[in-house]
């Protein structure tokens, strides 16, 4: 009846996910994967997809068509049926029909990482106890500041080194949890420079230098901003820091 019609028609078993809907939920979730691990951003990929392979438009743009809350019901079912990681849902889109998005295409790595910082900081009991402040967030990156005070100083009059650890342990903290992925340290390293002193205003900034897998490497520098009749140290710390993510995705 339907090539009565002049419809072409592909015969297919009832199986999950069907043909086209299981490609294309696979497709968006694989850029969403892309934008949470800062590859590029929603709208790169969906260019870099259109433009490349001469898609019709992007798997993002795709998702947005449909709706993410049906590409995630999608790969859900997939992942009962099949139990296959390969159709486990990226946090991007979990988190993006959770929170009530409907667009896909809006997504961006910046943002997440932000939110992802915001999100971690406001449960630091610890941080936020020491009077630590964000100051920027971007994937792989934080910068975190500390102000010195009494409560601080040790016996040689200049701030505790556990202080100091802690200020550049956070700034790790933040930095290599930007991605959405739940992730702690291994080990660490650190040098102590120069003193800080009680009334300075200590920043932390952390960098990622390697990611790749389950584990990163990242580097944390850290200097005081102080009044201007004293002398101001170039570094305080320089500190390497290993991080793991206990798991996968979810």
Known sequence: MLQAAGLVVSPLADVPGLL????????ANEAADAVLQGVATAADVDLAMRK???????????????????????LD??????GE???RPSLLLRRTVAEGGHCMTDLNATELAS???????????????????????????ARLSMPVRADMI??????????????????FAVACNTYNQVTIGLGCSIDYIAPALMGDTLNASCVEQSRGGRTGNYDVRGKPERAADRAVPWQILQGARHSACPGDRR
């Open 115 to 141: 939110q992802c910082a915001q999100a971690m900081l406001a449960r630091d009991r610890a941080s936020l106890a020491l009077g630590m402040q964000l100051l920027s967030v971007a994937p792989g990156r």
């Open 154 to 171: 040790q016996g040689h009059g200049t701030c505790h080194g556990g202080y100091i650890f802690t200020l550049a342990d956070s700034a």
């Open 85 to 87: 990681s390969r159709y």
């Open 20 to 27: 086209v809907m299981r490609t294309v939920a696979m497709l």
């Open 77 to 82: 079912n997939l992942q009962a049926a099949y």
């Open 52 to 74: 490349g392979v001469n898609y019709p438009q992007g798997p993002l743009a795709w998702a947005d068509a449909i709706g993410p809350t049906q590409v995630l019901a999608v």
